[in-house]
């Protein structure tokens, strides 16, 4: 379990994580979402207790990760998959790890054959492909076979098959109960990740919540129905008990598909001039959620004048 | 949801105790020697520490002997360690900067958070390393050189003045070079950068220091870390204006143990 309870860190004036609480629990794969910048890798690495939080405090199992005397068999990490000497094997990299805590040096190439790189474990990892990089990344974090683990960006540069794998294999540790933590950038990525999602943007948590809730909450469809008689078809579809929310042009309708609303206005016979089920994507609601919070914007046509 | 792991820290390692120092230790050794560069900055140090010893005293020895060079024998059999301090240079601080360059520093402060044990067993590691390669390489020196003084009948012997004490002083110094590398590596975190500093601190700096007039120049001069350090690793410098074999080396010493102490501080407070 982690707890971060106000945790805020400030570089110079500028706060990149600005007092945030949450909690991730065991035995479920909980996203951590938001645009990049968002300071997603700031706390992960305040979790890791390699930077300072400013203000708050934030605990894993209970006491905070540098009070740990064998911290990677309780929390194994994926930070970043460069994190390593180019110069150096991929089994004398897992090697001296797994020597500092005391893991069994079996361990070693246990974690190689699970992410698939025992053939080429005496490869210095200068010359790995970024997939390869980020398999040696998650050994790391699999060696001290830990009840909490936590993935910065774990598909960062996976083709779709290892993308699958991280996947799977994210799920598969929460169903044994451990702690998952895994951040993207990605929407659609965790989508078909995590069971619970906290969304963080400029340092602020968003979101907080299980993934049916945000769908739910943020990626509804909804009917939308124009009509030159736009009072009386809110006011009978209102009666009868639907959400209708008036906009300029158009009525937007929950509750009832567009047949049935179509059928409930002809009956009454009213005109309708459009009918079209308006479907909003999860990708849409993270994008509309963290709009106001996205660091850099991209100019839409160019350079303006 | 469902049961959550057990927590206990040891229980993939039946009946062991918890890491202590000399499991960081272990893992820095093993860090150290699995990188390429160590084994060649070594290579290096005993190629040029005990190669340019037996050039020069084969070279010079006819000199030597007819008196034409107007030195002692004595100032030739570490000559060659001059340029040794290049290689414990370099080694010093690559051993703390590509954690930095490559991010590497990340894994090391995850694996172990306690960063006083990380620094102690780093200095640990490099210093003993520079130690031996150090006090080898200057033996290795004495004997090739010694052959060619001999034939000239100018040989020394290592009971001479000096002689054993600059074989160990340089191991000594070397180690001590290397450590305060590693510790403006540190502060640093940038090779280029730490290398140039040090480099130009001992080499360049150092010499020039001779220049400054008056007797607080003098002193200046005396205390510069390469000119303070260096008079144990010989068994008679060529320069006459230095403090003497042991005392230069305390002072030394209370200068690497102060930038390190200072690297030190700012390691633990800073972020990684």
């Known amino acids: 379990m982690i707890v971060a309870r106000d ?49 708050g405090s934030v605990t894993v199992n209970g006491h905070r990760y540098a009070d740990s005397s064998a911290p990677l ?64 990344g998650i050994a790391v974090a699999l060696l001290g076979d830990p009840p909490v683990v936590v993935l910065d960006e774990p598909v960062n540069g996976l083709d779709p098959e290892g993308i699958r794998w991280v996947r799977n294999l994210a799920r598969r540790l929460a169903a044994e109960g451990r702690t998952v933590f895994v951040s993207s950038h990605l929407m659609s990525e965790m989508a078909l990740t995590a069971d619970h999602l906290v969304v963080i943007g400029r340092g602020t948590v968003l979101a907080d919540c299980s993934m049916p809730d945000f769908i739910a909450g943020h990626a509804s469809s909804y009917v939308r129905v124009r009509s030159p008689q736009r009072g009386e078809v809110a006011d009978l579809l209102r009666r009868q008990g639907l959400d209708v929310d008036v906009s300029d042009e158009e009525l937007r309708v929950q509750g009832l598909d567009a047949a049935a609303i179509g059928e409930l206005v002809g009956k009454s016979g009213l005109y309708l001039h459009e009918l079209t089920l308006v479907r909003s994507s999860l990708e849409d609601a993270f994008m509309t959620l963290t709009a106001s919070s996205v660091e850099y914007h991209a100019q839409e046509a160019g350079i303006a004048r | 949801m469902t049961a959550t792991v057990a927590l206990d820290p040891h229980r993939n390692v039946p009946g062991v105790r918890k890491p202590a120092f000399p499991d960081t230790l272990h893992a820095e050794w093993i860090k150290f020697w699995s990188v390429r560069s160590t084994f060649w900055s070594t290579a290096m140090l005993f190629v040029l520490g005990a190669g340019l010893t037996t050039l020069v005293c084969a070279l010079a020895a006819k000199d030597i002997a007819s008196g034409a060079a107007g030195e002692s024998p004595l100032s030739f059999v570490t000559w060659g360690m001059m340029f040794a301090q290049i290689t414990a240079i370099v080694l010093g601080t690559l051993a703390v900067t590509t954690e930095y360059g490559t991010g590497m520093i990340r894994a090391t402060l995850a694996a172990v958070p306690r960063r006083g044990s990380v620094l102690a067993a780093k200095a640990l590691v490099l210093t003993g390393t520079l130690f031996v390669a150090g006090t080898v390489t200057a033996f290795a020196g004495y004997f090739g050189g010694n052959v060619f003084l001999d034939n ?47 480099l130009a601190l001992v080499f360049v700096v150092g010499n020039m220091a001779f220049l400054l007039p008056g007797s607080w120049g003098e002193w200046t001069a005396k205390l510069m870390p390469g000119n303070a350090g260096s008079g144990v690793a010989t068994p008679l410098s060529f320069n006459p204006g230095l403090l003497g074999p042991w005392t230069g080396f305390a002072v030394f010493s209370g200068e690497v143990a102060a930038l390190l102490a200072v690297a030190y501080v700012v390691f633990r407070r800073r972020d990684a």
Do not use: C
């Open chain 1, 73 to 136: 068999r309780e929390v194994g990490a994926l930070l970043e998959a460069r994190a390593l000497h180019p110069g150096r094997s991929a089994r004398d990299h897992l090697r001296w790890l797994a020597v500092s805590n005391r893991i069994p040096a079996a361990r070693v190439d246990e974690v190689l054959g699970l992410v698939g790189l025992e053939e080429v474990a005496g490869k210095r990892v200068g010359k790995f492909s970024l997939g390869m990089g980020q398999r040696l």
């Open chain 1, 7 to 55: 945790l805020t860190k400030i570089y110079g004036t500028k706060a990149a994580v600005d007092g945030i609480s949450f909690t991730v629990e065991p035995g479920r794969v909980t996203g951590f979402l938001g645009p990049n910048g968002a300071g997603k890798s700031t706390t992960m690495r305040m979790i890791l207790g390699l930077d300072r939080p400013t203000a």
């Open chain 2, 152 to 198: 000239h009948g100018v040989g020394v012997a290592l009971a001479d003045d000096g002689v054993l004490r600059s074989m160990l002083g340089s191991g000594l110094y070397l180690a001590g070079l290397g450590l305060f590398a590693a510790a403006v590596g540190l502060l640093l975190r940038h090779t280029a950068a730490a290398l140039s500093a040090v």
